[in-house]
């Protein structure tokens, strides 16, 4: 069985940029969650969608939205990119959020780097 | 209060030792609990869930949760040198309607 894949891998913008980061699900998932890690610190929660709705929001500025298409698969958006931007953003995904079974497998990531 | 709390460690082990991680969290309210191992550099892997008190055990890993004192605990005996990351304890709250890491504690398992 496929794990939860993200692309790119690695991406090095400049700030005031636009990115979009992409995220594949694990077949029969159809929740999907956004963390930023930035280095040495922990995992900021940034989005949940599950179903193409968005379920729950992070404390994170308007700048960084998403969304979920009708195969699950979901892009995060972050515009107008600042230094602090510069992390590793992590997709999760896990079982419809009503089974009840919260357990979110992550992706490998994607690194960004904001110069 | 942080709503999920680890030490930071770094908790250093002999090989062969059982080491021992531990979380405290702050919503009683809290329904699953999960605990996820990351190494430098990559994504966090997920190694125990438990929901209901007491001991789950996993080869060598128990997860330990206690719902009336808000602590939730991770076990790993016959630590090896690979196990030597950094281990996060995640709470899923339906009050917040998210998974809640914690800062993580680091592991290092010495030969």
């Known amino acids: 069985e496929a794990g939860v894949t993200q692309s790119p891998t690695h991406l090095i913008k400049t700030r005031g940029q636009q990115v979009t980061l992409r995220c594949s699900p694990i077949?029969?998932?159809?929740?999907v969650y956004w963390y930023q890690q930035a280095l040495g610190l922990g995992l900021q929660f940034l989005l949940w969608?599950?179903?193409?709705?968005?379920?729950n929001r992070g404390n994170f500025p308007p700048r960084f939205s998403g969304r979920q298409f009708p195969n699950y698969s979901s892009e995060l958006n972050v515009n107008a990119l600042e230094l602090e931007d510069s992390a590793l953003y992590l997709c999760?995904?896990?079982?419809?959020?009503?089974?009840?079974?919260?357990?979110?497998?992550f992706g490998p990531g994607t690194r960004l780097t904001v110069t | 209060q942080k709503e999920v709390e680890q030490n930071s460690g770094p908790l250093s082990v002999p090989e062969g030792a059982i080491a021992s991680l531990n979380c405290t969290y702050s919503?009683?309210?809290?329904?699953?609990f999960f605990w996820y191992r990351q190494y430098s550099g990559k994504s966090p892997e997920l190694i125990m869930s438990?929901?209901?008190?007491g001991d789950k055990e996993d080869g060598r890993f128990t997860a330990q949760l206690n719902k009336a004192s808000q602590y939730v605990s991770l076990l790993i005996r016959d630590s090896q040198p690979s196990d030597s990351a950094t281990y996060l304890c995640?709470?899923?709250?339906?009050?917040?309607?998210?998974?809640?890491f914690g800062a993580g504690t680091r592991l290092a398992v010495h030969p």
């Open positions: 438990i929901y209901s008190n």
């Open positions: 969608y599950d179903e193409g709705e968005e379920r």
């Open positions: 995640a709470v899923f709250t339906g009050g917040y309607n998210k998974l809640i």
């Open positions: 919503d009683r309210g809290s329904q699953s």
């Open positions: 077949s029969g998932h159809t929740s």
């Open positions: 999760a995904s896990s079982p419809r959020w009503d089974s009840l079974t919260y357990e979110q497998y």
